[in-house]
């Protein structure tokens, strides 16, 4: 691939610092400090107009006076100057700017006038900017510190990437004194251009990173902040730290840098979706790093708990109950094995008590013992230090068996001076330990929870689950006709149209402008019926006693006819009334109320909530919420969230409800998301569901014109409106060669590894070597996972299968592109299996990857080709690409082609 541009800021060899100065505690001369301590070994040059030296190095006035090229440029001066110098590093050629200084967004208006100005100056000149507001990046193996830190971080595996420069100094000089060593820092601040999508794609290929840490404050570009989240999460553990768990903290948050705060089981959602873990504190972001970067991996939440004293394990126990782990279930064998093993009056269960005498070979059995039983998942050892305890002879044995077991062992020595041999230990020997209960338990939660989120992260739905029946057409005509009518809130009938359209069962309803035509109406409907105020002002009819039920005669429907009207003109006097809705009674002796949703996050867009209904849905404030595109997996996942899960089983004389029919409301609501990004909110409440089936009691939808159309330079992407892109169905296609012979053309999925592992396998020595200028026998489990379990966002992928017989589909050809790091080219590859060369398949393959490519804005597709491959190379100029040499390698072509619009 195209090296990202983080790599020249990151690993500069032509360094600038604008503002270098010798006044001690000023920002220019900590920066430069740091650059000179750490011995860096690029050229560093001082920018100082009122200098001639700094720090005992030559200063020169500007870039044109030091007439030498710079990669990046380190900007620490006052904010006000900061658009001048950015330009004038357009003009000398410098690709990379960081810009330490404050003074922008975040200070207001005229802050974010200048951080405008700095963001078209680097737009015009093809830079990139990090910052401004930022403590600064940091790459210790390269002896790079280009902060205002008082901290030289160790050289390490972890990387970690914040808004706030605060957090990246109080994280690295904590990390100092646990002997914590990064590959990288990056501070983005107010990230004005340079993001978390950003520096997460070069960290999901950087190979000295092994986990990331994200501190976010809040997201200002979704889509690629998800997306880049998705990218990195399939390679290595994603750890995240988010305050603004409530309102108060989100509007510190959004001053701090100006960046959106959306809700914050939002923004948990967005992070399940992503196969990412989160932290609430400083010390679990480092608890789960050390247990995920170990490379542990669970099969689902039992633990099992083995400790010397009982009340760690209570208090453990708590914890497991409230992260929602399971406490392991001991088989019956694991109980006769401790039986035999241990005193007559240990606890018989789990927690397993060892007693408080325990030795170390007591606590090995139980250990062994619980590793060896199938249904745990991984196992706490607590050590409490006692009169007869070895707490360094426990760690021995722990450490010992942990380091050969297929499941995690972590520990949990209580204590300071007695149990300090056993962290010693335990540090050598890379036993992840704990010094209480709660955080041992918290720690193995962050693996169940990346366990689950790496299942999610696998998801990726249609948009459209089954398209039969569904009719896109006639939901967007009744949305179309109230927008031009000026109206955001759809009727009653309106809204159940909408949802009719979309298959989802609705009661049946008319409206009555006058007390005929609702006597009419009955007639048609039968009793009992439901009448309900109707009117665009009105968002809850049960403020105004808006609903009445179970009216039975002709008198009663003309006494509530009269009511309705006195009590919305009494309680709500402004509201326009449009008529009263008369509707079919739907009673259900077993029915359980509830709610579905769809409201638009500030961050994440669309958003789908499912939970209790009723009228007391706001006070109750049950609810649980995912990202759409949903599935099965996905809704099972949301709907297991809720207090009210528990009600849809079947319990007493209630019979469980049809989880299938709910299941599939929710995946119409899912394609009504996806379809018409016109909707702003929807309530389906109460939505009755019983063991018969479900009806739409009650619907309400607002609209409006903003998403009415694609913004623009969006207008390619019929998704745009989404913070996480469906699989794209559309590019499903049939096509047939020369012979007859019938193709199916389609994106790639996650599930086709095996299709795509038995392809490369297959291919000829010789076209492995052209495809990867490497011999292999087969893709690793790693190539795998990059190759398709893809981000439809940034980057494509389509395979040629063909059915067999009794076999299935055959892979004969993939041909994928990379968005680069600009997101306005993108780098190709292509490899068609040795048996299917010369029959066209490549050269329909490219054609659609480009007209793929153009769709999503791209504006040129590029790629590399052996000298030696000459087919492949005459398909390329047989498809309008132009072919030059490498200038690095004579034996390797560049080949490019233009995507014009």
Request: with cysteine; glycine share 8%.
């Amino acid at each position: 691939m195209t090296p990202h541009f983080l790599e020249g800021i990151l690993a500069p060899k032509r360094v600038a610092v604008f503002g270098a100065s010798d006044e001690p505690g000023t920002l220019g001369q900590v920066l430069f400090a740091n650059l000179l301590a750490e011995s860096f070994g690029g050229e560093l040059h001082a920018i100082n107009p009122h200098r001639e030296t700094v720090q005992g190095r030559p200063c020169h006035r500007d870039l044109k006076t030091l007439g030498k090229p710079v990669d990046t440029a380190l900007i620490a001066t006052p904010a006000r100057t900061v658009p001048d110098i950015v330009r004038q590093c357009g003009k000398h050629g410098v690709r990379g700017v960081v810009v330490l200084s404050a003074g922008f967004r975040e200070t207001g208006e005229a802050g974010a006038r200048l951080e405008r100005e700095v963001q078209e100056i680097a737009r015009k000149h093809d830079m990139r900017v990090v910052g401004p507001n930022c403590l600064g990046v940091m790459r210790p193996d390269a002896h790079f510190n280009a902060t205002f830190s008082n901290n030289q971080a160790l050289p390490g595996n972890l990387a970690l990437v914040s808004q706030s420069g605060a957090i990246c100094t109080a994280v690295l000089d904590w990390a100092e004194s646990q002997q914590i060593g990064f590959s990288t820092m990056v501070s983005v601040g107010n990230a004005a251009d340079v993001h978390f999508g950003d520096v997460l794609d070069y960290l999901a290929l950087d190979r000295k990173t092994r986990s990331i840490l994200l501190y976010v404050e809040g997201v200002r570009d979704a889509r690629r902040f998800v997306s880049g989240l998705r990218a990195a999460a399939r390679m290595k553990p994603v750890i995240v730290i988010k305050p603004g768990r409530n309102a108060e903290s989100s509007r510190a948050a959004m001053s701090h840098t100006g960046s959106l705060v959306g809700a914050d089981d939002v923004f948990d959602a967005a992070l399940e979706r992503a196969g990412v873990v989160r932290a609430t504190t400083i010390g679990q972001l480092f608890a789960a790093a050390r247990v995920l970067s170990d490379g542990h991996a669970v099969k689902g939440n039992r633990l099992a708990i083995v400790t010397n004293a009982g009340g760690p394990g209570v208090m453990a126990t708590d914890r497991a109950l409230e992260q929602d782990l399971a406490l392991a279930q001991l088989s019956e064998k694991t109980i006769e094995t401790l039986d035999g093993c241990l005193p007559a009056h240990w606890s018989r269960g789990n927690p397993v008590d060892v007693l408080g005498d325990a030795g170390p070979e007591r606590f090995e059995i139980a250990l062994r013992a619980c590793l060896d039983d199938d249904g745990v998942d991984g196992v706490v050892t607590m050590l409490t230090p006692q009169a007869m305890t070895d707490p360094l002879g426990v760690a021995r044995v722990t450490a010992g068996l942990a380091g050969s077991a297929r499941k995690p062992v972590l520990a949990c020595w209580m204590g300071e001076r007695q149990v300090q041999p056993a962290r010693e230990h335990s540090a050598r020997e890379h036993l992840a330990h704990f010094r209480t209960p709660e955080a041992a338990v918290e720690a193995f939660s962050y693996l169940a929870a990346y366990q689950r989120n790496q299942r999610l992260l696998l998801q990726v739905p249609d948009p459209l689950s089954d398209r039969a029946g569904t009719d896109i057409e006639a939901a967007r005509s009744v949305i179309d006709d109230a927008l031009d009518d000026g109206r955001e809130v759809l009727s009653t009938m309106e809204s159940k149209a909408v949802l009719r359209a979309f298959r989802i069962p609705v009661t049946q309803t008319a409206r009555a402008t006058t007390l005929v035509e609702a006597l009419a109406m009955t007639e048609v409907l039968g009793y009992p019926v439901v009448m309900k105020i109707d009117s665009p002002d009105i968002s809850h009819k049960s403020d105004v006693n808006g609903v009445r039920l179970n009216i039975d005669s002709d008198a009663a429907v003309r006494e509530t006819w009269h009511q309705l009207h006195a009590d919305a003109r009494r309680l709500k006097p402004e509201a326009r009334i449009s008529g009263i809705t008369v509707e079919r009674m739907h009673t259900s002796h077993f029915g359980r109320e509830l709610m579905v949703g769809v409201m638009r996050d500030a961050v994440f867009g669309p958003v789908i909530s499912f939970g209790s209904g009723g009228t007391s849905v706001e006070v109750l404030r049950d609810r649980a919420v995912a990202l759409p595109p949903l599935n099965e997996i996905i809704i099972e996942n949301m709907i297991a969230r809720t207090r009210v899960a528990k009600l849809l089983k079947g319990f007493r004389n209630m019979p469980a409800i049809d989880e299938q029919a709910l299941e599939q409301v929710l995946l119409r609501v899912s394609e009504m998301v996806c379809e018409l990004p016109e909707i702003r909110e929807m309530d389906i409440n109460p939505l009755i569901v019983d063991e018969r089936g479900l009806v739409a009691v009650d619907a309400r939808i607002t609209v409006d014109q903003d998403h009415a159309e694609a913004p623009a330079g969006a207008a390619r992407d019929r998704y745009a409106h989404m913070a996480i892109h469906p699989y794209p169905a559309h590019l499903v296609d049939t096509h047939t060669l020369r012979d007859g012979t019938v193709l199916t053309v389609r994106p790639i999925r996650p599930e086709d590894a095996r299709i795509e592992q038995e392809f490369v396998r297959n291919l000829s020595e010789e076209s492995k070597y052209f495809r990867f200028m490497q011999s292999m026998s087969e893709l690793t489990p790693q190539m795998l996972v990059r190759f398709t379990q893809i981000d439809y966002d940034r980057e494509m992928a389509l395979i040629a299968v063909h059915e067999q017989p009794d076999v299935g589909e055959l892979q004969v050809a993939v041909a994928r592109y990379t968005m680069d790091p600009n997101w306005k080219s993108c780098e190709f590859a292509l490899t068609v299996a040795d048996e299917w060369q010369g029959r066209g398949v490549g050269y329909h393959l490219m054609e659609k990857l480009m007209e793929v490519a153009r769709a999503r804005g791209m504006e040129m597709i590029h790629g590399e080709v052996l000298a030696a491959n000459s087919h492949m190379l005459g398909l390329m100029q047989r498809l309008g690409f132009k072919i030059s040499t490498s200038p690095d390698e004579t034996d390797l072509k560049v080949v490019r082609r233009p995507l014009p619009a």
